[in-house]
């Protein structure tokens, strides 16, 4: 069992219409009305990511991290909230770094498969006439988000099925993702489809109900390995 854990990318110069510092700070904005909105207006928990390199390399001390800039910068100290003002004083203090939302419990949980993969799930999905919920688009997966699940109904679930690949992950209670317009050692985080907000709350399908055309999917494509990237 796993718990595993496009905005355009501008190039600034110092010509033109803009300079990289006006671009920096444009960014720095998004992020921070990104993350108000998703903990303020969608109730998601949220976190601070650790910022990745130059090179992607992610700024924490691991050097065989697996998910550069994609996960909380320091998950003992910072709990993931919807406070809107621990969030606005979070992203004040350190305005470039990724919005990462902790899946599970009340939050969103979700699937993922590398990035081929997941857009021939959700064109099928599509022509069958099935439901999805928000889809973020990460350079190397696509991650389509779920209802709250629990580890003993989604061991149910996968029970029930022969030849799950592995390049299919599952993202609940402990896990993390990176949300839009996050920036990963991978490149931009973007939207798919974009949450639409219902009252309260974000629709969201039953992982049921996409379980087996993301295993189908899964199963067409090679499986890049271990390394999530993002």
Do not use: K
């Not at 979700?110 to 799930?121: D, E, N, V």
């Not at 899964?218 to 890049?224: A, H, I, K, L, Y």
């Amino acid at each position: 069992m796993r718990e595993i854990l496009g905005e355009r990318r501008t190039n600034g110069t110092n010509g033109g219409n803009g300079t990289r510092g006006e671009d920096e700070r444009g960014r720095s904005g998004a992020l921070r009305r990104a993350a108000l909105r998703y903990a303020w207006r969608l109730r998601w928990p949220v976190v601070p990511g650790v910022e990745a390199g130059p090179e992607g390399e992610c700024g924490c001390p691991r050097a065989d991290c697996v998910t550069p800039g994609a996960h909380p910068a320091d998950p003992e100290l910072l709990a993931a909230t919807w406070d809107p003002r621990m969030v606005s004083w979070w992203w004040t203090m350190r305005p470039r770094a990724p919005i990462i939302l902790a899946t599970g419990g009340r939050a969103p949980c979700a699937l993922s498969l590398p990035a081929l993969a997941g857009a021939r799930a959700l064109a099928w999905l599509d022509r069958q006439g099935l439901p999805t919920g928000p889809v973020v688009a990460a350079p190397t997966r696509w991650l389509l988000l779920v209802e709250p699940y629990e580890l003993p109904e989604l061991g149910e679930l996968l029970a029930a099925r022969d030849l799950v690949p592995s390049s299919l992950r599952f993202h609940g209670l402990g896990g993390y993702i990176p949300l839009p317009p996050s920036r990963t050692g991978a490149g931009e985080v973007g939207w798919v489809r974009e949450p639409e907000p219902r009252g309260e709350g974000v629709a969201l399908p039953r992982t049921e109900l996409l379980l087996d055309a993301l295993i189908e999917a899964g199963r067409s494509v090679p499986d890049p390995g271990s390394r999530l990237a993002y």
